[in-house]
């Protein structure tokens, strides 16, 4: 059966092939091909590329502002890192594509709706559940998950056989996936987490080795949780981040080796540079820590990891996310201030922060004298905050009752609310 489909194209290997595949699949049907930029630097010839393979016509998405603002910077004020260090560089992109995607299916009438995902990866997952909520009617072509091509040597040996131009090699069989935010490295000799990717492999970023023997400082200002300027300058979104980029990268900063934890249930191991990423989220953590009270960053610190993982599972358009933006946005109104990093061979060192919001107040902390804080209040706090702890062990004594943790000297008895062998 003909049809209109819309394809999410990046120009890789899997999305290049995907453009014959599917002419050769569906007799007769238009292949629309959508190219999102989102700050990846590899869109030159795109389109004619896509053309070139088969596609009637290939719409270029200029994406790069709202990318920043409407995703990367709620993510961050949120705090959301998955599995310990992924900063979601991927993840976050998949919701904005996929919508931009279904926009430009309904421009063209199409009637189905095609991807470039794996049938073992997260990506299927994230596009899909953004088509289920916007486009509910359209077919989904999945062709990784039902076509005979089982390998990423299977997938060149397919371009070389339709004549699809590529950059991906048997020797350099990485699989990679590049926005402004960050870029990230899969397969090839990563399958073996115990071997040390090779310098070759990164793209953006030196080796803390060959990083400058000076360190460099950086201040990022902040006004209300999102970022606003570098340095003193203001900046608008896109090349805030890039600036960021620029000097997290020349500096060895923001590599990230995992082994992380797929939704669809097996552990993979991925590689990423998010040099500018890295800078933000350090800053903003550390103006959270001078500006919010000591429940309220729990608190928030509850709500990340969820954060988290709702952005990795694709479930971004949801009633979920709304609830946890309406958390953090009153979060996040005192988070205004600056922070000073000092980044030296792929570390990120706080030197310094100041906010106007601060609850760290001088005159409350000094060990000099004071006349704000009367140290002698405390014996009474102290008291209070303790009285569950002396009521307990005052009524232990009543009863001959040991602690299991009890104390050195302590006699060694069966307390009498613990069963006996025989009991038991």
């Known amino acids: 059966m003909a049809h209109t ?4 194209y990046s120009g890789g290997l899997d999305t290049s092939i995907i453009v014959p595949w599917l002419k ?12 999102a930029d989102i700050g990846q630097d590899d869109l030159g010839g795109v389109r004619e590329k896509a053309i070139a393979s088969g596609a009637e016509e290939c719409i270029v998405v200029d994406l790069k502002e709202r990318f920043v603002r409407e995703f990367i910077f709620p993510m961050l004020r949120a705090g959301a890192i998955y599995n310990r260090k992924y900063l979601l560089g991927t993840s976050i992109a998949r919701p904005l594509i996929a919508r931009s995607q279904v926009e430009v299916a309904r421009q063209f009438g ?3 709706l095609a991807h470039g995902c794996t049938g073992k990866g997260n990506d299927q997952v994230r596009f899909e559940l953004s088509y289920m909520t916007f486009a509910p009617d359209l077919e989904v072509i999945a062709p990784w998950r039902i076509w005979d091509i089982r390998s990423r040597e299977d997938a060149i040996a397919y371009a070389k056989a339709k004549n699809v131009p590529i950059v991906a090699t048997v020797d350099k069989i990485y699989s990679r996936d590049a926005n402004l935010f960050h870029l990230s490295h899969e397969g090839g000799g990563l399958e073996d987490p115990n071997w040390e990717p090779v310098e070759d492999m990164f793209q953006l970023t030196v080796s803390p080795e060959a990083a400058p023997d000076r360190p460099e400082y950086v201040t990022i200002g902040f006004e209300a949780g999102t970022p606003i300027s570098v340095n003193g300058e203001k900046l608008g979104p896109f090349d805030l981040l890039s600036m960021l980029n620029r000097l997290g990268a020349q500096n060895g900063v923001g590599r990230i080796d995992l082994v992380e934890d797929r939704l669809v249930g097996m552990k993979s191991r991925g590689v990423y540079e998010t040099p500018g990423g890295t800078l933000l989220y350090a800053a903003h953590s550390e103006l959270e820590q001078l500006i919010l009270d000591r429940r309220t960053l729990a608190a ?27 958390f953090v946005n009153v979060t996040q109104e005192r988070i205004t201030g600056t922070v000073t990093l000092k980044l030296y061979k792929g570390n990120v060192i706080v030197a310094g922060r100041q906010s106007a919001h ?17 140290q002698a209040d405390a014996g009474g706090f102290i008291r209070l905050y303790g009285l569950p702890y002396r009521v307990r062990a005052l009524k232990d004594a009543e009863m001959g009752f040991v602690p299991s943790w009890g104390t050195a000297d302590a006699p060694e008895k069966t307390p009498t609310n613990t069963p006996t062998t025989a009991d038991a």
């Open 5 to 8: 489909i819309a394809l999410a």
């Open 24 to 35: 050769e699949h569906y007799p007769g049907s238009r292949v629309i091909c959508v190219a």
């Open 110 to 112: 199409a009637d189905a």
């Open 300 to 326: 928030k610190d509850l709500i990340a990891p969820r954060y988290a993982d709702l952005v990795y599972e694709g479930r971004w358009w949801t009633t979920e996310r709304d609830a946890y933006d309406a």
């Open 358 to 374: 601060a609850i760290y107040d001088e005159r409350f902390v000094t060990f000099g004298e004071d006349n704000v804080y009367q």
